[in-house]
């Protein structure tokens, strides 16, 4: 079974710029999450879809991020513009409902200079 | 304020010993709490999963405990081993949500 797929692997911008994350979840799972992890801490949510529709979002910065999930499977997160606090591990987990397991990708590192 | 705390400093043990990592939650009312394993430049695996109901869970050399009265999880890794060696996250998905909420990590490292 292939796993979650999340690209690019890395990106380095300059601040004010934008910069887009794709991530593939496993076939079938309904639930995708995308997590911001800054160096030392743990992943926090940012996002959570159910199929294509938002659960959570409270924790996203909606000022400067924003995600969408097409037909419910593959999803991008946007950060327009970028600050150099953005700096940051962007993760993409899925499950098959929103009380199972989640499945990590291998994470976007994003480094804003 | 909702807090997950995590031993902040390093596990240091040797092979063969058991490891016993902490997590202790305040403001929360968890229906289940999760541990994760996560190596250097990789997204968290998933361990194992302990409901509220539940006291102790195990899986091959991984051990969970959920104390709900203490607000503490703890989860021992027996017979350690090198490729043990990885930061260690406790997640808790709350009763009003489904979302989980990570702690910082531990990071163990098992010499030989």
């Known amino acids: 079974e292939a796993g979650v797929a999340q690209s690019p692997r890395y990106k380095i911008i300059e601040k004010r710029q934008s910069v887009a994350f794709w991530c593939n979840p496993i076939?079938?799972?309904?639930?995708l999450y995308w997590y911001q992890q800054i160096l030392g801490q743990g992943p926090k949510l940012l996002i959570q879809f159910q199929n294509n529709g938002v659960v959570d979002d409270s924790q996203l910065p909606k000022d400067r991020f924003s995600a969408e999930r097409l037909k419910g499977v593959d999803s991008t997160l946007k950060i327009q513009p970028a600050k150099l606090e953005d700096s940051a591990v962007y993760l993409c987990?899925?499950?098959?409902?929103?009380?199972?397991?989640?499945?990590f990708g291998p994470g976007t590192r994003l480094l804003v200079l | 304020s909702q807090k997950i705390e995590q031993n902040s400093e390093a596990l240091n043990i040797q092979e063969g010993k058991t490891a016993t990592l902490t997590c202790n939650y305040t403001n929360y009312s968890p229906a289940y709490l999760q541990w994760y394993r996560q190596d250097p430049g990789r997204g968290p695996v998933f361990l194992l999963l302990?409901?509220?109901?539940?006291k102790e869970k195990r899986k091959e050399r991984l051990k969970v405990t959920f104390d709900t009265t203490l607000k503490q999880s703890l989860f021992h890794i027996t017979a350690s081993q090198p490729a043990d060696s990885a930061t260690y996250l406790c997640a808790l998905c709350s009763n009003s949500g489904y979302a989980l909420n990570f702690g910082k990590g531990t990071s163990l490292l098992v010499t030989p």
């Open positions: 076939s079938g799972h309904a639930t």
């Open positions: 302990i409901r509220e109901n539940e």
């Open positions: 987990a899925s499950s098959l409902d929103r009380e199972e397991t989640q499945y």
